[in-house]
């Protein structure tokens, strides 16, 4: 990619590849859909390498069932590279053991009644060994954008990269950049909603807190007024999630005092912590105004981003990215016009706000409530619910985002 080049121009502007920002999972999973189906993909990634850090970890079961349908070796792998999570607890720290699911409830609605618990990274380099058998995708890392301009029948991007600036020229252009994407500001996109005053700090370790609660899942949300947090069990560590006061510094947050108080709060024990990773972020509420403009599309964090509880964050990144992808292969192939964007818009946009963000929403007010009654009324709820199969079924329908993807399918109706 060395010197300052164009794609040529020609008057077969479909024979140009799709170009894609960010080489994540929703990122290479839309390569890999194109890619497989014979339409040529480039792939740009800022970082240098890919990514390798713990971020997310859960695979619902309608995921599952989406990656089946594109490469069975695939979900395979994720199964073997996890571990299943049948069961979701909830506790509360002062009252313990709250309610559990059972996710076998969900069998003959899905083909995995349980939840993979597999860090992201995993994936995404299965992925790029994916990507290297097909013949139709390249991905440049240390590639970022740097602008765009796109006409009737083209987009064209500015990349900076490792050997200075290229210019490249494809049909589509897709911004699965994540929360901060490049592609959604070139483009003009407001990204609407709200950023949390407190910021997540996750904590792992190799200490094994099954050892020291009786029947802990792999799956654990802890209420609690003052300090609740999140339990999940990857393979080899249990993941720890707290939420920050607003005005704590970041460097106190991830101090070594600060992270064995908080970690002394779940489990006393006369020795200190080992931790592996300790990672602090910022969590948003927020979605695009529109995901696609012209020949450009979002998907994944950079179409919309919500907070973490409950894992629905990389899931709906990919069921996004899946749609896009057979969307696009329509257009590319000449079946289908471009304004079929549009009906993804009206698909994948409503779910993020009605099903994702307002899940996610509703997950941490139950975790932080501070209302005494109101704390006592939500648990009595969740534990009728528990205790009643049809009702528990209808609650893990909506949590594993099997409702959600039925909405989207409904939405999305013969265009899909």
Same mark, same amino acid.
């Given at each position: 990619?060395a010197?300052?080049?164009?794609w040529?121009?020609?008057?077969q502007?479909?024979?140009?590849?799709?170009l894609i920002?960010?080489?994540g999972?929703?990122g290479?999973?839309?390569?890999?859909?194109?890619?497989?189906?014979?339409?040529a993909v480039?792939v740009f990634?800022?970082a240098?390498e890919?990514a390798?850090?713990?971020?997310a970890?859960?695979?619902?079961?309608?995921?599952?069932?989406?990656?089946?349908?594109?490469d069975?070796? @695939?979900?395979?792998?994720?199964?073997?590279?996890?571990?299943?999570?049948?069961?979701?607890?909830?506790?509360d720290r002062?009252?313990?053991?709250?309610?559990?699911?059972?996710?076998?409830?969900?069998?003959?609605?899905?083909?995995?009644?349980y939840?993979?618990?597999?860090?992201?990274?995993?994936?995404?380099?299965?992925?790029?060994?994916?990507l290297a058998?097909?013949g139709?995708a390249?991905?440049? @890392?240390?590639?970022?954008?740097?602008?765009l301009?796109q006409?009737?029948?083209?987009?064209?991007?500015?990349?900076?990269?490792?050997?200075?600036?290229?210019?490249?020229?494809?049909?589509?252009?897709v911004?699965?950049?994540?929360?901060r994407?490049?592609v959604?500001?070139?483009?003009?996109?407001?990204?609407e909603?709200?950023?949390?005053p407190?910021r997540?700090?996750?904590?792992?370790?190799?200490?094994?807190f099954?050892?020291h609660?009786?029947?802990?899942?792999l799956?654990?949300?802890?209420?609690?007024?003052?300090?609740?947090?999140?339990l999940?069990?990857v393979p080899?560590?249990?993941?720890?999630?707290?939420?920050t006061p607003?005005?704590?510094?970041d460097?106190?947050?991830v101090?070594d005092?600060?992270?064995?108080?908080?970690?002394q709060?779940?489990v006393?024990r006369?020795?200190?912590?080992?931790?592996?990773?300790?990672?602090i972020?910022?969590v948003?509420?927020?979605v695009?105004?529109r995901?696609?403009?012209?020949?450009?599309a979002?998907?994944?964090?950079?179409?919309h981003?919500?907070?973490?509880?409950?894992?629905?964050?990389m899931?709906?990144g990919l069921?996004?990215?899946?749609?896009?992808?057979?969307r696009?292969i329509?257009?590319v192939?000449?079946?289908?016009?471009?304004?079929?964007?549009?009906?993804?818009e009206?698909?994948?946009?409503?779910?993020a706000?009605?099903?994702?963000?307002?899940?996610?929403?509703?997950?941490?007010k139950?975790?932080?409530?501070?209302d005494?009654?109101?704390?006592?009324?939500?648990?009595?709820?969740?534990?009728?619910?528990?205790d009643?199969p049809v009702l528990?079924?209808?609650? @893990?329908?909506?949590?594993?985002?099997i409702?959600?993807?039925?909405?989207?399918?409904?939405?999305?109706?013969a265009?899909a």
């Amino acid at each position: 990619m060395a010197g300052v080049r164009s794609w040529p121009s020609t008057e077969q502007a479909m024979a140009l590849p799709v170009l894609i920002a960010g080489a994540g999972p929703v990122g290479l999973t839309i390569a890999l859909v194109l890619a497989r189906a014979g339409v040529a993909v480039e792939v740009f990634e800022r970082a240098t390498e890919i990514a390798e850090d713990l971020r997310a970890s859960t695979w619902h079961p309608p995921t599952l069932d989406m990656l089946d349908r594109i490469d069975p070796a @695939l979900t395979r792998r994720v199964i073997e590279a996890g571990l299943v999570a049948r069961y979701t607890q909830y506790h509360d720290r002062r009252e313990g053991l709250i309610a559990e699911f059972d996710m076998e409830l969900l069998r003959g609605d899905t083909a995995h009644p349980y939840r993979i618990q597999c860090e992201q990274f995993k994936y995404t380099r299965f992925l790029v060994e994916a990507l290297a058998g097909t013949g139709c995708a390249t991905v440049h @890392l240390g590639c970022s954008l740097a602008g765009l301009r796109q006409s009737a029948d083209t987009v064209e991007i500015d990349v900076e990269s490792p050997e200075g600036r290229v210019v490249r020229k494809g049909v589509f252009l897709v911004g699965a950049d994540g929360v901060r994407s490049a592609v959604r500001q070139a483009a003009g996109i407001e990204f609407e909603g709200f950023t949390f005053p407190e910021r997540f700090y996750t904590i792992s370790t190799e200490f094994d807190f099954a050892q020291h609660f009786e029947r802990l899942s792999l799956v654990n949300y802890v209420s609690d007024p003052d300090e609740w947090c999140v339990l999940l069990k990857v393979p080899g560590l249990w993941r720890v999630l707290f939420p920050t006061p607003a005005d704590e510094p970041d460097e106190a947050v991830v101090s070594d005092a600060a992270t064995e108080r908080r970690l002394q709060g779940v489990v006393a024990r006369a020795v200190p912590y080992e931790t592996r990773h300790r990672t602090i972020y910022r969590v948003h509420q927020r979605v695009a105004r529109r995901y696609h403009a012209g020949r450009v599309a979002l998907a994944g964090d950079a179409a919309h981003v919500n907070n973490p509880i409950g894992g629905m964050g990389m899931n709906g990144g990919l069921h996004d990215g899946v749609s896009l992808a057979r969307r696009l292969i329509r257009i590319v192939r000449g079946e289908a016009p471009q304004p079929l964007l549009e009906h993804y818009e009206r698909e994948r946009r409503p779910i993020a706000i009605e099903y994702i963000n307002a899940n996610t929403g509703r997950n941490k007010k139950l975790m932080e409530e501070r209302d005494p009654a109101v704390r006592r009324q939500s648990q009595g709820e969740m534990r009728r619910m528990a205790d009643d199969p049809v009702l528990a079924r209808d609650y @893990l329908m909506r949590t594993s985002m099997i409702t959600a993807l039925r909405a989207a399918e409904a939405l999305a109706g013969a265009d899909a």
